[in-house]
């Protein structure tokens, strides 16, 4: 049996596997059951590591250090990618408001820090380890270490506090104190998750904007023997007129097409603007045109073709080119009008009305090929990861502090893969995943960062906490977690009106918490909680790493 206890206890590759397979089943399977109704997930998995660390079920500590933070990148590159495309709109919407939240949170944290200093006499060093530790930052506690250990340069290494102690006791609690405060917040404030689903949705992409059509009896003077091109500049509204009845004969409109009185046109317009675009044509008609098709079909045809992604509807000019009409765009679960401004996306779904073979012609250049989206663009995605890990690791000196700031693993990729799917193809590179292989990636990244904090925090863990100092600093990394945090979020809901969502990626951003977002995902079922987070992380990622070190240089003599 000896090949079995090499198997459990020899620093082997296999038995590193074998630690990090068992901790994240048993994580995941505990994870789903419910305490008091309520589940935390694959958050368990950090309190599964913690439980094999403390058993001497343990692996090299540079293959851990490895393996988490490569899961940390895995799991922000991919939040990164999901939530690019609408980052940018997001953030002029309401990213002001969320960063000064979130720099309240950061400041806070600080302050309740230095208070409990002056008011326990505990050492500054080990509270700010409690810090870091209690709103889960590893950058903040590197950055304090190093700083400690340039203003204590007489001191003999053996005397300096080991500050990383404080770090791992508070940190299990930094975890389940952000979920907890989310829990409390929707508690008290009866907040209903499909409700907040629905609002966000309706905030992001108003249902007035949702594409819907209308049959128009054209009655307007105005409008009589002129060409569809003529009448769009003549009206203001955007409208997209894909078929038109004239003289009993149903044809495709194009943009040469004259349009003539008492002519029935099928228009495509935003819902809210439906009535206005009514009186500027003529009159609502009762007939149906999408009824009498005659040799029109319409289709929903699939953008594949990495050539078309990030054109503008209006440079393809698919309508002139093949006397074709495109009313409507789905994307990501929302339908949007087809505008010719709007830049397409891989995955899009075009609805189009045409004839069979101008459509075969539409269908051989957006792609329409579910084979080829299926295919993972690896080139993409893993230069994405080298440019992040390269922007994280250029410092940022600052006059008054001795170490240079980074945005580390984290921040660098974040932004990276934020910038990637906004922009890459500029650059021809599609960084375009499925969902489904989106929220692979992501759960596969964030199980093997937490089973690493586990693991590694495991050993020396129960030792510190039984002791009297562990108990204390747990207590303190508890306030430091929850004060800012139920603060911040009672003032996000009750006078800021902020949707429950957002408050919970504000929440994880803020923390630079990615189990706690993971967990906000999983009850919201919405890119809300994400979007929010990358939102606030850079600054917040920043400022955190500025705080501890600022704490040590201003207050350890």
């Known amino acids: 049996m000896n090949w079995l206890y090499d198997l459990l206890w020899h620093e082997t590759v296999a038995h590193t596997i074998l630690i990090y397979c068992l901790v994240i089943v048993v994580g995941v399977f505990l994870g789903k059951i ?5 589940s935390l997930g694959i958050t368990f998995v950090l309190f599964a590591g913690l439980t094999a660390g403390h058993f001497g079920l343990s692996a090299n500590h540079r293959v851990i250090d490895f393996i988490r933070d490569f899961g940390l990148i895995l799991f922000v590159f991919s939040i990164g990618l999901q939530v690019g495309p609408g980052f940018f ?5 309401g990213g002001l408001s969320l960063n000064i939240l979130a720099l309240i949170i950061v400041l806070a944290g600080g302050l309740t820090t230095v208070t409990i200093h002056f008011i326990t006499g505990a050492s500054l060093p080990m509270l700010v380890g409690v810090m870091s530790g209690a709103v889960t930052n590893t950058p903040g506690l590197g950055a304090a270490q190093q700083a400690l250990a340039q203003v204590s340069e007489g001191i003999q290494s053996t005397g300096l506090p080991d500050i990383a102690l404080g770090y791992a006791v508070a940190y299990p609690f930094g975890v389940l104190g952000i979920i907890l405060t989310m829990l409390i917040i929707k508690k008290v404030l009866s907040v209903n998750i499909r409700d907040e689903v629905m609002s966000f949705n309706q905030v992001q992409h108003p249902s007035d904007t949702f594409p819907e059509k209308i049959s128009i009896q054209v009655t307007n003077p105005q409008i009589f023997n002129k060409s569809i091109h003529e009448i769009s500049k003549l009206i203001k509204s955007e409208i997209v007129v894909s078929r038109v009845l004239h003289n009993g004969e149903l044809i495709a409109a194009s943009s040469d097409t004259l349009i003539y009185e008492n002519d029935i046109i099928l228009v495509v317009t935003q819902k809210g603007i439906i009535p206005e675009v009514i009186r500027e044509f ?16 319409t289709r929903r045809i699939m953008v594949t073709n990495h050539d078309v992604f990030g054109k503008k509807l209006g440079y393809l000019k698919l309508r002139t080119r093949y006397n074709i009409n495109i009313t409507r765009v789905y994307r990501s679960g929302i339908e949007l009008l087809a505008s010719p401004q709007l830049r397409l996306q891989m995955g899009d779904r075009l609805t189009i009305v045409g004839d069979e073979k101008s459509m075969e012609k539409v269908i051989e250049e957006l792609g329409n090929s579910i084979k080829r989206l299926n295919e993972p663009n690896l080139v993409p995605i893993f230069l994405g990861i080298l440019a992040g890990v390269v922007l994280g690791s250029i410092p940022i000196h600052i ?5 240079p700031v980074k ?8 932004i990276v893969a934020i910038l990637l799917s906004k922009y890459g193809y500029k650059f021809s590179l599609v960084s375009y995943t499925t969902p489904s292989s989106n929220l692979m990636i992501r759960e596969i990244g964030i199980v093997l960062f937490l089973a690493s904090v586990g693991i590694a925090s495991g050993e020396k863990f129960m030792s510190t906490l039984v002791s009297g100092d562990g108990v204390r600093w747990m207590g303190y990394g508890a306030v430091i977690t929850f004060l800012p945090l139920i603060l911040v979020g009672l003032i996000s809901r009750i006078i800021l009106k902020k949707n429950y969502l957002e408050i919970c990626g504000l929440l994880s951003g803020g923390m630079t918490d990615p189990p706690a977002l993971a967990y906000a995902n999983s009850i919201a079922q919405s890119e809300a ?12 990622m920043f400022l955190r790493i500025f705080v501890a070190q600022l704490l040590i240089l201003l207050f350890v003599q």
């Open 282 to 297: 003529g009159t609502e008609s009762d007939m149906d045109l999408t009824a009498k098709s005659g040799r029109l079909v």
């Open 34 to 38: 419910r305490f008091f109704g309520v």
């Open 89 to 93: 709109s997001s953030f002029r919407k």
């Open 399 to 403: 006059p008054g502090i001795v170490n």
């Open 529 to 540: 909680p994400s979007v929010a987070y990358a939102t606030v992380y850079p600054l917040v």
């Open 407 to 414: 945005l580390g693993l984290a921040g660098g990729p974040l």
